[in-house]
């Protein structure tokens, strides 16, 4: 099968982008609507991404580059695997600019040419080792987790995710979701994860699920079907140039899919892992250098001690396994 990957990437040190932000992020908290500079900011680890790509996957048919029309200097277009996408290519225009990553990500499957199976990246997610195509999709289904994940946090990500529950139970009847592919919910993959599975099949409503911190494989038709049935929560919530309490996630769509039995069951976790960089970047070096997982996640924060000296270290690491320009680079 045809298996894109999407990624999205903004540079923050764009002075036209840094115009319109300013403008449009006056007078916001810097916590409570997303504008940290961790959010925006490149760390100069861009090109580890497309060098993954090119050595650990290079099954993959087209490479969907996602920004608000911005390119890096090193980036080579002319590479026949990368389509550089703008914002204004798939979001109405209604909604742009916008500085929230969860309305970019709801319209992804109207990206032009985007395949049925795709999978999909923040720029902090890198590939540091082989996967297969299998790795993201079986038999034509996404690989996934399916376990619950009870929390009681009050953190505004946490009541995203609750918006998303609101909709999956209005359309899904837990017990026989669950009764139905017993086998998927259940697999032995998941080891200890699946406690709460067993523990509240029988009662209620879904819940939140895990929502492993990596690259996603979708199925393109998930997110037609998803728009079917909510646009009109989908498109209200567009309006949120920044996150807000009442935002949609993309898992969402990852969720429904599970419930739909759209999905390959796998331990998301088994290969996968996220090194929130302001207490774990000296793990994150080591676990590149080792190539440990296929994938990993560096999480950034507006607090990292000696920013700088982290970043270079990380660079380090990244050029001791793939030292070599790829085919993306100029």
Known sequence: MDIDFVITWVDMNDPKWQAKFSKYSKNKNNTKNGVSKARFRDNGLLKYWFRGVETFAPWVRKVHFVTDGQKPEWLDDSNPKIHLVNHVDFIPTQFLPTYNSVVIERYIHKIPGLSEHFVYFNDDFYIINHVSQERFFRNGLPCDIAVFNYSPSWSQWYKTLKNNIRIINRHFDKKEVMTRDRDKWFHESYGSRALWNYILKPYGRFITLCTPHNAQPYLKSTFHEVWTVAEKELAETSVNRFRAP??????????????????????????????????????AVKAICNQAYSLICLNDHARIRHYEKVMEDLGNAFESIMPEKCGFEL
């Open 246 to 283: 009442n935002d949609y996630t993309p898992e969402l769509f990852r969720t429904w899919q599970i419930c739909r039995g759209n999905f390959e069951p796998y331990n998301t976790y088994a290969d996968t892992k996220m090194f929130p960089l302001m207490i774990k970047s000296g793990q």
